[in-house]
């Protein structure tokens, strides 16, 4: 059995940081590298580690889901790590199957496209498609907001369950952007509840001045991706007027991108 043991390969190891994260993250490479599962005599030739200290670190791995050890005392990748790449994975599909969606969204409405996944009360920006006139704004691609006063966020937020948003929300601070900004539960609530009932969100300069956007949500069919879609301009010539005319459009666009997903990331039968 192939053990990864090139030197190139150890060398990356032994010169990872020695804290215990780090220890920890080796540990899974050693086992994810492999050519097949490991014996504990195996990790320890390459680990470098002494043998209580590795057998103990190796027991809190399978413990958290992320080793599994069968009855011969081999280790393979466990199920919980599994699933996290897989939702890692599904995360950079999601994107490339909204892609030509928020083009098209920008060429019909020339303003800037984003998409979003919420993480948390937080939604993280996972694609921007510039408008054809482009104003500066807080929004990147890998970078936060709170989900309580953005478009894509709440649009996202209202595709949540009761229960599940009360818990989501439960102790946020809301930190007043703007003078328009949401400053309490019960505001958010309510503006949900237009959400759900039309189909589509607004931020209107909610998070920055001079901002404004209409976001549609996107839901996965088992649920574990909540997203949102949203078209996005500067206050003086994006009016709420102008969203309203353009949320038909955001809507499909949302609509079309979980049919791609049901279609693509679906079960396969």
């Not at 199957?97 to 060429?107: C, K, N, S, V, W």
């Not at 966020?153 to 009360?166: F, H, I, N, V």
């Not at 009932?197 to 909540?226: K, T």
């Amino acid at each position: 059995m192939g053990l990864g043991s090139e030197a190139g390969k150890n060398k990356r190891h032994r010169d990872r940081e020695t804290g215990t994260l780090g220890k920890l993250v080796s540990l899974l490479d050693f086992v994810a590298l492999a050519d097949g599962p490991m014996r504990f005599t195996d990790i320890l030739s390459l680990s470098d580690q002494p043998r209580g200290s590795l057998h103990r670190q190796l027991s809190h791995l399978v413990e958290e889901g992320l080793l599994e050890v069968d009855r011969d005392g081999r280790y393979r990748i466990g199920l919980r790590l599994l699933t996290l790449a897989s939702r890692s994975w599904a995360r950079n599909e999601f994107r490339a199957i909204a892609e030509p969606h928020l083009h098209r969204l920008q060429e019909v409405t020339g303003e800037t496209v984003h998409l979003g996944v919420l993480r948390g009360a937080e939604v993280i920006y996972l694609d921007k498609v510039e408008g054809q006139q482009s104003v500066r704004m807080y929004s990147q691609v890998g970078n936060a907001s709170p989900a309580y006063c953005t478009g894509v966020g709440k649009a996202a937020l209202s595709a949540l369950d009761d229960a599940e948003l009360a818990e989501r929300i439960s102790g946020l601070e809301y930190r007043p952007y703007t003078e328009h900004t949401l400053r309490s539960a019960s505001e958010l609530l309510s503006d949900i509840s237009q959400i759900r009932a039309r189909g589509y969100a607004f931020d209107l300069e909610e998070h920055e001045n001079g901002i404004c956007c209409v976001a549609a949500p996107i839901r996965s069919d088992d649920g574990h991706m909540l997203a949102g879609v949203s078209v996005t301009g500067p206050a003086y010539r994006v009016t709420q007027q102008r969203l309203q005319t353009w949320a038909p459009g955001v809507v499909v666009a949302a609509d079309s991108i979980m049919m791609d997903m049901r279609n693509r990331m679906g079960p396969k039968r």
